[in-house]
T-cell receptor, first 108, second 116 residues
Framework: KNEVEQSPQNLTAQEGEFITINCSYS?????LHWLQQHPGGGIVSLFM???GKKKHGRLIATINIQEKHSSLHITASHPRDSAVYIC??????????FGTGTLLAVQP | GAVVSQHPSWVICKSGTSVKIECRSL??????MFWYRQFPKQSLMLMAT?????????EQGVEKDKFLINHASLTLSTLTVTSAHPEDSSFYIC????????????FGPGTRLLVL
């Protein structure tokens, strides 16, 4: 079992839909990251969380430390949101442990 | 925001040759740089952690004599894949952390390596 699990692995949505991607982890962490990987491979850091909730534009990230769970929400999804979304946790060694990613396709 | 570049963005080479990939922090000093490898449809796997002026720390299973890492300055780290084989074909990504805020990693755009 992976230390960081994401669901779903693949997600297809219609433009405008509300999207949720989930991340569960099994190790103690100091922070959790949500990353976006574009089709060309480049990675953008979206959020770094250690508690609570953060919002940036149409993106919202939440984390529940007790339940070892985080969610990434996209409101009013758009085709340009199509990408792979990766959850990564920072463990005791200060290294990032990555989930396998969620491939999101938003259709017009 | 902090920008990390990689060069080249893609490279095709013959089996047995060596390939050098550069990772630069363009507008900040990076104490630590990380090298990752990503195979198709898989997640990033950490290969090594590189601190300026010291030897890199390699993850279990990564051959340090095959993947040479040099971090000679606060803005440049290089990864050399020596005697490349087709199974080394992958997407290599570096990231860097700021001197004063080491929790945030800034990722480079990646280098796609194809070994024929």
């Amino acid at each position: 079992k992976n230390e960081v699990e994401q669901s779903p692995q693949n997600l297809t949505a219609q433009e405008g839909e509300f999207i949720t991607i989930n991340c569960s982890y099994s190790v103690g962490i100091s922070a959790l990251h949500w990353l976006q990987q574009h089709p060309g491979g480049g990675i953008v850091s979206l959020f770094m969380l250690s508690s609570g909730k953060k919002k940036h534009g149409r993106l919202i990230a939440t984390i529940n430390i007790q339940e070892k769970h985080s969610s990434l929400h996209i409101t009013a999804s758009h085709p340009r949101d199509s990408a792979v979304y990766i959850c990564a946790v920072r463990g005791a060694t200060n290294k990032l442990i990555f989930g396998t990613g969620t491939l999101l396709a938003v259709q017009p | 925001g902090a920008v990390v570049s990689q060069h080249p963005s893609w490279v095709i080479c013959k089996s047995g040759t060596s390939v050098k990939i550069e990772c630069r922090s363009l507008d900040f000093q990076a104490t630590t740089m990380f090298w990752y490898r990503q195979f198709p449809k898989q997640s990033l796997m950490l290969m090594a952690t590189s601190n300026e002026g010291s030897k890199a720390t390699y993850e279990q299973g990564v051959e340090k004599d095959k993947f040479l890492i040099n971090h000679a300055s606060l803005t440049l780290s290089t990864l050399t894949v020596t005697s490349a084989h087709p199974e080394d074909s992958s997407f290599y990504i570096c990231s860097a952390t700021l001197l004063v805020h080491q929790e945030t990693q800034y990722f480079g755009p990646g280098t796609r390596l194809l070994v024929l």
